[in-house]
Structure formats: C-alpha cells, structure tokens
C-alpha cells in the first residue's frame, strides 16, 4: 500500500490550513495601523537593511530554488512586514542550518527565520513571539502500527536532523533512544522509506511537503504529538527595537494576509509530482528500442493505475481516521477526569505516609523520602488544579463565606511555601502586613487557595536570591493585597490573557518549574465567586505585580475597583 502522498497530509488538511492564522494571531486583534515611536523611527533609519539567515534545506518554510534564490513561506512572510515596517529583509543562508546558526552567532546575521526557542539558545538571541504554529508527528512506514507517544518508539531506530530543537529535544527528554544524525528532512524521511531507519519526528507541514514534492509513497503518519512546534524569529541580543518592531507587525496582519501567505505553500498539487528521472529514462527507451517503449508505456500505466486504486483506498482510510481521532479527544476527557478522580485519593495516602516517614528523621531514606513527597505534592496540586477547574467550570464548586481575618492566614501561607522559597534563596518581605486585619467575608478554602497560587506563582517567576513583597491594607469596604516580585513582569498585552484557561505568558519560570496554565484562571474564577477581584498589571522595570481585593465581612458588598481606581499601599 501506498501512504504518504495522500495519507494523513490531508487527514490534518485542516489543522494545517487553520493553525498558521489561528495562531499567528496569538488572540490579538489586528492594529488598524501601525504607528512608530521616535526611538523605532530613529532604529529603522539607520537599519535600513536588515539581514536574515534562513535554513537552505527546509521547505516549506525556507529552501533554495534552482536559481540559488531563497524561498518559502518565510521568505514570503518577511516581505509583507519588511513592507509594513519599512525595512528590506535581505535573506540569505549558508551550506547548512548549523552552519547559519554559527554564521548568526558571529554577528553574520541580525535575524534567524523559523527558529524554535530553547534555554540553549536563548543565550544568545532574544525570541519573538510564536508567528507559526503546527502539531508534531512521528513518520514511519506503512507497515508499522500506529503509536501515540514518543515513548511508544522504544526499541526503534530514530533518525533526526542535525542542530534542529525537535531533535535536540527528543534526545534530551529520551536518552535512550538511538537517532542518528542527518543534515536535512529530505534525508531523514529517505532513510525511513529505503528502511535505514524506522521512525522521523517532526512538523507536519515540513514533513508533509518533503513527502509530496519527492514521491516518497510507503510512509504514514504513525502518532500526533501533544507537543507544537512553535516558529520564532531569533533576533540578535542587542537588537530588543527590531523584535519589539516585528512583533507588532506580525500581530497587524489580517486573516487574509496570512492565509495569502501560507495556502501556495502548504497545497502541493500531486499533478506537480513528477517523475523526471522515469521520464528521461522513457524517452532515453524510445530512441534506442521501439518495442521497449512499448513495454515501458505498459508497465508505467498500470503502476499509475495501482496509485490510484491506493489513493482512493486512502482517502476511505482518511475519513476513517478522521472519526477515530474524534473519538479519541472525547474519551481523552473522559479519561482525564477518570484519572483524575481515581488518582487524587491514592497519592493522598501516599504523601502522608511520606509525612510520617519524614517526621521520623529516617537516615539516608529521609532525603530520598523528601524527593518523594515532593513529586506527589506536585502531582497532588496538577490534579487538584484539574478537578477544580472542571468544577468551576461546570458549576460544581460549592462555596462557604464566613467572616476571616485575612492576615493570619496570609501568614499561614507564607509559613507553608517557605520550603520553596528557600530552595531559591528568595526572600518574603512581609514588613507591609499588619498583625491583624478586620475580616473578610470569604470561603477559607478557596481563599487558601488564592493565596497558595500568588505566592508560589511569584516565587515560580522569580530569580534567585531575590524579594517577593507583600502588602495588605483596609480601603473603601474591603481588603487588598498586593504581591510583587523581581521577575521578569507581564506584558501589557498579557495582563488579561494570563488569566485565560490554559493561557501562559512569553514570561518563563526561572527554576525550571512547570506551568499548566489553570493556576490563575482558577484563582480569578475562586476571587469572582466570593465578590473579590484579581488582576496583574505591567510596570516596567517593577517585575510583576498582582492585586487581589476581597470584602469586608458584615458589610453591603462594595464596588471592587480595579487597578485604575485603587492605587499601591504605602
């Protein structure tokens, strides 16, 4: 059987064809025009060039036509800013990825298109905003069974390209496994057609043309990732004008921009799919044996007639695979919340005999015990944050208002998160806090829970030994509380976003923690039930900021004000 050439390509048509202006957008409206500060104005005239390293062997995105032109949705993408920004993008590459990425590093580049953001990289550039965003899937042969993780290709032989994150990713999160090293997607995805290797991962659109453009007919789509694969512009560290300029630009484009953009690219026609070296050898046959010409036009046309029988056996198996992976998203909520429900109880009894060991002071088991119940805490607190935003969600979460004091259970919480901020070295400045505050009028659980999530969320985004303070005060009917830490802040077109279910900022946490995003859409959701307010707002050169407001106890519920009305303690 033949599978790539229609295969699971046109199975995620749709993903394919929606991701690229879904998510350039990045749920920001289109600018109606694009202004310019003096400092950009004054950049732009003295930059009026600005030079692009692209990867030569990585179409769709970035390729070199027979002319030695560059070409590819980046290279379309980059005249339509360089349009709205005023600037010629001056494109160009060397023999390899790895070696523009060594040309960029030595200053030969001012801009890198198509590259995926890593810790390692991040030394030395500063990364856009994500323009691109597609799934990552595994390839194999026709003949192996699908898989659904990246674990699932144990015991296989993986190929991967040279200095590509995907590959450099995989290797880090699966130390295991055996990949050997190509120079180019082409030569991965061959290796894995002539059996050399058994399995490739990477996007879908880079995999998808590959495949089409080359013929390559007994491949498939085995598994879809959970993973994306992010494309950013790499711009150099002393540039911040140029990636704040392109940014913006990015966000200016309208719907129809983007798919302008995209849709020539991502479409391959399979009557473009040729042959050549089949042609030639058939016209090379006609010239030396008329009666081998005959044969060949034979055995050409019945192959051509066995593709299309596969083809349409393939679109059948497509709109098959379709209905299946809608299946498979509705019992993966269902499974989500079954696990859920069935896994909170036993890591419970799990971290309190942890508890108890601890308290024993066991030697050398207590260290290893700590390691312990630090994972199901953290398991604990994933699940918990599940269950509760689906009962938010659904309307499940019953709450209890009572009148308390405020403070003392602020100093419950700092006393409970301690462990961790000394872990960082990060100091608690709670010299703003009074001994005691009038009561609110709040469910204790769910305000724990409020406090529980700024402070970690400040301690999580926060530097080594640095200072995270806290302040709480009594104004209009009403207690607030600030947190604010030395981290890197929230930008302003985030303030509203971070608290979006599953939202997550351009900010990174410091220690390497993890972030779900349900956190501060669950403690927004916990502040509205109870009358209160919660926001974050951007102070530049401040690191973050967040506000919560709750009412007074006894009192008619109060207009909480947001951050335009109230202003800072002290």
Known sequence: MTRLRSLSWRCLLGTLLIAPSALLSMDQPALASLTFTAAEVEWIAAHPVVRVGLDPSWPPFSSVDARGNCVGIDVDLLKRLGRQLGITFECSTRGSWEEV????????????????????????????????????????????????????????????????????EMQRRYPDLVVDLVDTVEQAMNRVADGEADAFVSNLPNVSFVAKTHGLTNLKIAGVLPES????????????????LLDRAIRRLSEAERQAIVHPWIRVDYAKVIRWDIVWKTALGILLVFGTVIGAVVYHNRRLARELQARIRLQHQLEETGDALMRLNEEKTELLQMAAHDLRGPLTGIQLVMDASLRMNAVPQGEALRMVDEQVHRMTTLLGNLLDADALEHGRREFVCEPIEPAAMLRAAVASILPMADHKAIRLDTNAVPATMPPVQADAT?????????????????????????????????????????????????????????????????????????????????????????????????????????????????????????????
């Open 229 to 244: 694969f992010d494309l950013r512009y790499a711009v150099r560290l002393d540039a911040p004008i140029l990636r704040s």
């Open 446 to 570: 769910a305000l724990r829970q409020i406090l529980d999530n700024l402070l970690s969320n400040a301690l999580k985004y926060s530097p080594r030994e640095r200072t995270v303070t806290l302040a709480m005060e009594q104004r209009n009917g009403a207690v607030r509380l600030e947190v604010r830490d030395q981290g890197p802040g929230v930008a302003p077109h985030e303030t509203e976003r971070i608290f979006v279910k599953y939202a997550r900022g351009t900010a990174r946490p410091t220690g390497g923690e993890k972030s779900t995003g349900l956190g501060l859409s669950i403690v927004r959701q916990l502040a509205t039930a109870m009358n209160g307010r919660v926001w974050c707002e951007h102070r530049p050169g401040e690191g973050g900021y967040f506000a919560l407001v709750i009412p007074l106890a006894g009192l008619p519920t109060p207009s909480i004000a947001g951050p335009n009305a109230e202003t800072k303690p002290g």
């Open 101 to 168: 990425y060594a040309a960029a590093q030595r200053g030969e580049f001012d801009v890198l298109a198509g590259t995926a953001s890593t810790p390692e990289r991040e030394k030395d550039f500063i990364f856009t905003e994500p323009y691109f965003r597609f799934p990552v899937v595994i390839v194999t042969r026709t003949d192996e069974p699908l898989l659904w993780s990246v674990l699932d290709l144990g015991g296989r032989k993986l190929v991967g390209v040279r200095g590509y994150a995907p590959t450099s």
